[in-house]
């Protein structure tokens, strides 16, 4: 059994009943293979067995009260996985799923994907097990700053800078950053995602969208194609595929569907900017269900079918594929069904959202695959530079933010493909963005001695 294996295993005994974990990490570690060999430093201070434990890992609980006047308790989690090239940076899920296994692969996946930025911040994630759908605002509220009452304590702007997930939006962040100011008399940098009236960066809720978009858009110039009269297939309908949807539809691109956990929207007319701002007010103000989109517009809605069912069932054509809802959400019957369909890149917006047997799929079929780390890092790199304009009491102009952002992810698909190129996996863009994101931790790691 070779050292990885070894490591993945020992992952395995040691933290059972994480599949989410492991599998991040088996995808991880399973394209580290090659730098072993290179890096006989990293093995003797055991740098592979060190990464794949956390800082450390908080639960605590958050008790709150209904509308009902009824005790409500939830379980919160931060976990802070790695700090070695700067403070923990991650984001903060609302969620029913959630637990400590799912944070733990959310905080281990980002500390690859923020080293992949360039930008200085280590990898942490956290959430919580409450739902805000169907809660009332003031609900919501009550729960935000229940939330941060006990999380203040553990965070800062050089200690560990949390920013929104699933469940997450403006109006959460809003609610507790309001709450850590007035607990600790500090107008600091401390949460991303802000609202501009009071510390947040232009091109923030656009950053995970656009990056993705941006990603793809390189990787369709290695085939000497552009995205103009692109049709593309987007899934979820919060605010990364949102923006997904905006950015297609500036470079020439069509997107043809939305999707919540209730179902599927499939708009053969294409989602223009007219629809898109529909689905904005529908998803981000009245908090509504995608299915009144068919109500709206000539469309068709496939109730209880997740986008990747449609594609697979019907036979949905289009070249472009963006996973923009959650983990695991395509699996290798739907993977196949896209490669049928005629897709052939894919373009991660959400954080996992292929399994294993899905991406062995692309491979096989000589699909361009944007891992997550990769193509969706556009949203924490925006959030890195919302942190300097806080630093500086400055902000850039949208263009200027913009600019930031496309170079940012331009000079990642390049250092994926030059980290893949260098270990023999030429254009294997998983091994690259693994590979890159890891050497540059590790070494800071092996600097700091054993800590």
Known sequence: MSLIQEVIARVEEKDPCQPEFHQAVREVLGTLEPTVAKHPEFVKAKIYDRIVVPDRAILFRVPWVDDKGEVQVN???????NNAIGPYKGGLRFHPSVNLGIIKFLGFEQIFKNSLTTLPMGGGKGGCDFDPKGKSDVEVMRFCQAFMRELFRH?????????????????????MYGYYKKIVNEHASVLTGKGMEY?????????????ATYFADEMLKTRKLTMAGKTAIVSGSGNVAQYTIEKLNQLGARALTVSDSDGTIVDEACIDAEKLAFIMDLKNVRHGRISEYASQYKATYYPGKSVWDVVADHGLKADLAFPSATQNEINEAQALGLVKAGCFLVSEGANMPSTPEAIEVYRDNNVLYGPAKAANAGGVATSGLEMSQNAMRLLWPREEVDDKLHGIMVA???NCLDAAAEHGMPGDYLAGANIAGFLKVANAMLAYGIV
């Open 75 to 81: 379980r919160g989690f931060r976990v802070q996985f």
């Open 199 to 211: 510390g947040g960066s232009l091109i923030r809720p656009e950053a995970t969208g656009y990056g």
């Open 155 to 175: 965070i800062g702007p050089d200690t560990d800078v949390p920013a929104g997930d699933i469940g997450v939006g403006g109006r959460e962040i809003g609610y």
């Open 412 to 414: 990642i698909h390049k």
